[in-house]
Nanobody, 127 residues
Framework: QVQLVESGGGLVQAGASLRLSCATSGRTFSMYAMGWFRQAPGKEREFVAAVIWSSGNAYYADSVKGRFTISRDNAKNTVYLQMNSLKPEDTAVYYC????????????????????WGQGTQVTVSS
């Protein structure tokens, strides 16, 4: 079992920055990848960013590329999402997700390929 706890959400004005954290615990030694997804009211959950745990290779949705940065701290078993130049359309509940094993079926942008999820943290960006 792996537990994921997000933190760092809040209410900010457009143009501001926030850093989300996702602390992991439990059987994290086999972590393969972690991702961030978000879900706005009335919309489907969408991919934001992902990082491969061992290599640090990162992937982003086009909508956040150049503004958001995903990173991980292996020693702390924590993944971060630095969000700069926030826009009102970034308003959503942000979820951290973990993939704890490698498989050729893993697709970083697809929620179904992650096997653990956090509870989410609300990010609200006012105009």
């Amino acid at each position: 079992q792996v537990q994921l706890v997000e933190s760092g959400g809040g209410l900010v004005q457009a143009g501001a920055s926030l850093r989300l954290s996702c602390a992991t615990s439990g059987r994290t030694f086999s972590m393969y990848a972690m991702g961030w997804f978000r879900q706005a009211p009335g919309k489907e959950r969408e991919f934001v960013a992902a990082v491969i745990w061992s290599s640090g290779n990162a992937y982003y949705a086009d909508s956040v590329k150049g503004r958001f940065t995903i990173s991980r701290d292996n020693a702390k078993n924590t993944v971060y999402l630095q969000m700069n130049s926030l826009k009102p359309e970034d308003t959503a509940v942000y979820y951290c997700a973990a993939r704890t094993y490698y498989s050729s079926t893993y697709v970083y942008a697809r929620a179904y390929t992650y096997n653990y999820w956090g509870q989410g943290t609300q990010v609200t960006v006012s105009s």
